[in-house]
Every structure is written in structure tokens, then in C-alpha cells.
T-cell receptor, first 112, second 118 residues
Framework: AQKITQTQPGMFVQEKEAVTLDCTYD???????LFWYKQPSSGEMIFLIY??????QNATEGRYSLNFQKARKSANLVISASQLGDSAMYFC?????????FGAGTRLTVKP | DTGVSQNPRHKITKRGQNVTFRCDPI?????LYWYRQTLGQGPEFLTY????????KSRLLSDRFSAERPKGSFSTLEIQRTEQGDSAMYLC????????????????FGAGSRLTVL
């Protein structure tokens, strides 16, 4: 069974600073996808970034980048130049075929 | 297409009553997923459909829960004889078939249906 671990229940970052949110995963399947979603207080899950297990380069999407270390089975999210609007819950997820599971999340608070 | 739509957004019911939630996925998405999310936790998988076929059900989905996707378009999630422990946000998501393109792997979520059982 796959497993996603997010060890940081809460994180604080100063506005305009960078922050790293940790995620480790466990799978024996060589083909999988890793995702990060943002969930603001409104509740909707917003897709941020995706990394495929065979991708050679780390994914980037604007201020978001995914630090993918396959041997360590980690997929940390890096948010650069934090903004107040980045305050939200962040979930790491892994998909194997049609099966997609989520971690427990990290609550990020951006301080002005 | 306006994305994944869920109704109702909020439902308050008394213990023992039945409730039904509806999800309208993005039209070209043939995969449809239901998740449950309690306060402070990540979404927990309940079940998913490929077109009208229900392919997997979580052990979280007790006999009181039933999900359907009769024509491979919208889906309903019914909870019978609700209990206070059923209080949660019920999230629906949809996606294209996996593996074809990058975008196919992304689940697009609706805004959720929040259930409160008194």
C-alpha cells in the first residue's frame, strides 16, 4: 500500500522569503506521479505542480518548484518569494494508475 | 466548461436521516473520484469510477454509503442513516485517463459538500 508522509503540521515563513514543505512517499511501483495541492480556507483543492516518476528534471511552475529526490523517495515543495495569499493547507499526493492518495497536510502561514 | 460542480455545498441533517450529494465532473473526464476530508486531515479516498463502472471502493465506504454514476456523467453519493461521525467535507474530483499526457494525471476538484450531522 502506498503511503504519503508530511511531517510538518505547521510552518511559518516571512513574506518574500522561500519555504520548503516536506513530503516523503513509499511505493514499490516504478511508475507513479507526485502532486502538490493547495487548499485555502475556502476549501477548494487547487493543483499546484506535478512530477512524474520518470521525469529527469525537477518540475517548476512559477514560484513553485518540486525538489524530487527519487532515491530518498522525497518530493518537497519549494515556494519562493512567499506572499500573504500563500497562507493555506498544502497537501502532497501520489498517484499510481488511477489510485491517488494524500498526505495529512502542512498548514503554511505567511507573516507580513 | 466551468470545472467540477458539487451540490449542495452545505447540508445540515439530523442523525438517522439520508443525504445525497451530487457531482458534475468536467465533461471530457471519464474518471470520477469521491474523497472524504475531516477537519485538519488530508482527503481520504472513498471510491472512483471509470465512466459508469465503479472500479474501487475504500473500506471507509460502509454499507450505509452508496455511489453511482449511471450514465458515466454526473455521480451521486448517498449516505443512509447518517451518524455524527459522517460529518465531513465530501470532495469530488475528475480526471482524464491516466498516462496519456501530463494533464491526464491531474485531478480537478470541486468545491466540496460539507455535511454536518446533528
Amino acid at each position: 500500500a502506498q503511503k504519503i508522509t508530511q511531517t510538518q503540521p505547521g510552518m511559518f515563513v516571512q513574506e518574500k522569503e522561500a519555504v520548503t514543505l516536506d513530503c516523503t512517499y513509499d511505493t514499490s511501483d516504478p511508475s507513479y506521479g507526485l502532486f502538490w495541492y493547495k487548499q485555502p480556507s475556502s476549501g477548494e483543492m487547487i493543483f499546484l505542480i506535478y512530477q512524474g516518476s520518470y521525469d529527469q528534471q525537477n518540475a517548476t511552475e512559477g514560484r513553485y518548484s518540486l525538489n524530487f529526490q527519487k532515491a530518498r523517495k522525497s518530493a518537497n515543495l519549494v515556494i519562493s518569494a512567499s506572499q500573504l495569499g500563500d497562507s493555506a493547507m498544502y497537501f502532497c499526493a501520489m498517484r499510481e494508475g488511477d489510485d491517488m492518495r494524500f498526505g495529512a497536510g502542512t498548514r503554511l502561514t505567511v507573516k507580513p | 466548461d466551468t470545472g467540477v460542480s458539487q451540490n449542495p455545498r452545505h447540508k445540515i441533517t439530523k442523525r438517522g436521516q439520508n443525504v445525497t450529494f451530487r457531482c458534475d465532473p468536467i465533461s471530457e473526464h471519464n474518471r470520477l473520484y469521491w474523497y472524504r476530508q475531516t477537519l485538519g486531515q488530508g482527503p481520504e479516498f472513498l471510491t472512483y469510477f471509470q465512466n459508469e463502472a465503479q472500479l474501487e471502493k475504500s473500506r471507509l465506504l460502509s454499507d450505509r454509503f452508496s455511489a453511482e454514476r449511471p450514465k458515466g456523467s454526473f455521480s451521486t453519493l448517498e449516505i443512509q442513516r447518517t451518524e455524527q461521525g459522517d460529518s465531513a467535507m465530501y470532495l469530488c474530483a475528475s480526471s482524464l485517463p491516466t498516462g496519456t499526457t501530463f494533464g491526464a494525471n491531474v485531478l480537478t476538484f470541486g468545491a466540496g459538500s460539507r455535511l454536518t450531522v446533528l
